[in-house]
């Protein structure tokens, strides 16, 4: 196959050399957006992750695009409707990263609740040691408590499998789902666990803990009005999109005690992150790492080099 491929947000080196080794020229030197509407018109394919931008008009200056894939799930970056108008190709990699993004939830739900962002930022001997032991001495445990999940797709379902492992009461929120079925593997056997489901608003009064994992659908889910009837001291984690919580809700929720901490790797405005979130004591930080392990920077390149691989045999 004599494609060429421009790799333009990074791809693990083992899909690189897949797609060199199945016959494409592959280039890995990233092109700045402003450049690629000229360099671009002479690749067949383009692979991105949520970095660069692929848009209508430059979709209309490569007639020679054949496809363009994106490393992950969401396609916010992509005119995805006009490329399938133009007969483009385009895929991704919906389900390779869902575990990790799921064990990252999880850490921020252990993190935030033993107050470890705190501790290590305060962290020191002597007097400090002391005064912090004291501080974050009377936390809880994990087990026993309620979990809300604002969405039950991949990425909820997994993490709802780990937090009932933990002991916690898993709920679930999600329009679009009809029945909330856990299946887990126990040695040989699998078990099937039905969740309650729960209207958003019966949800939230409930829940020691919400975490969110939906797309971003145009409005946040936690605003205002929720955080007016959430439980008092409940535990937010956004793992999701960052537009999904209201983050100057969130602040006033945090600073009145209605919210105890939050862990949030998703922001409203990335990379522009409110000064007010970035050392706040009570929020535990992450800069959406949530797909960034190896096993699913792996598990993303192997789909997407079978997917170009079957796009490239089907024009032969
Ligand atoms: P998914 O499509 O498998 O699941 C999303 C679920 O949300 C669906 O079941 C859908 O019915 C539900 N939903 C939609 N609107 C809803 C609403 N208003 N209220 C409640 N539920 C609603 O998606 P996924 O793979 O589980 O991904 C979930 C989110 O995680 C997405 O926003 C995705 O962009 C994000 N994500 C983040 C990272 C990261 O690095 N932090 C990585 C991958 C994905």
Not at 12 to 28: H, I, P, Q, R, Y
Not at 227 to 253: H, M, P, Q, W, Y
Not at 286 to 309: F, P, W
Request: aromatic letters at 4%; a negative charge; charged letters at 25%.
């Amino acid at each position: 196959m004599s494609w060429k491929i421009l790799i333009n947000d990074g791809m693990e080196e083992s899909g690189v050399n897949a797609l060199k080794s199945l016959g494409f020229e592959v280039d890995t030197q990233k092109i700045p957006q402003e450049e690629l509407s000229q360099k671009l018109q002479d690749y067949q394919g383009i692979i991105v992750r949520s970095a660069t931008k692929v848009r209508q008009e430059l979709m209309d200056v490569c007639p020679g695009l054949k496809f363009i894939a994106r490393g992950g799930v969401g396609m916010d970056n992509i005119d995805v409707s006009y490329a399938k108008e133009k007969g483009i190709a385009v895929i991704n990699t919906p389900a390779a990263s869902s575990r990790s993004v799921a064990e990252l939830a999880m850490a921020h739900l252990l993190s935030i609740t033993r107050g470890l962002q705190d501790a290590n930022r305060q962290f020191s001997g002597g007097d400090q040691f002391s005064a912090l032991k004291k501080k974050w001495s009377t936390c809880s445990e994990l087990q026993g408590k309620t979990l809300l999940l604002l969405g039950f797709g991949r990425i909820g379902s997994e993490l709802a499998k780990m937090a009932t492992a933990m002991g916690m009461t898993v709920i679930v929120n999600d329009p679009y789902v009809e029945k909330a079925i856990l299946k887990i593997k126990l040695g040989t056997q699998e078990v099937e666990i039905q969740l309650q489901m729960v209207s958003r608003e019966e949800g939230l009064p409930l829940a020691d803990y919400v975490s969110l994992h939906t797309p971003y659908t145009g409005s946040a889910l936690l605003g205002t009005d929720e955080f007016a009837i959430i439980k008092k001291g409940c535990f937010v984690v956004n793992t999701s999109r960052g537009e999904n919580i209201d983050e100057d809700a969130l602040l006033n929720a945090l600073d009145s005690g209605k919210v105890s901490a939050a862990g949030l790797d998703v922001f409203q405005n990335e990379p522009h992150i409110k000064e007010a979130l970035i050392h706040h004591p009570k929020i535990c930080t992450s800069a959406h790492i949530g797909a960034s392990t190896l096993e699913a920077q792996e598990r993303i390149a192997g789909e997407l080099v079978d997917k170009i691989n079957e796009i490239g045999r089907a024009h032969v």
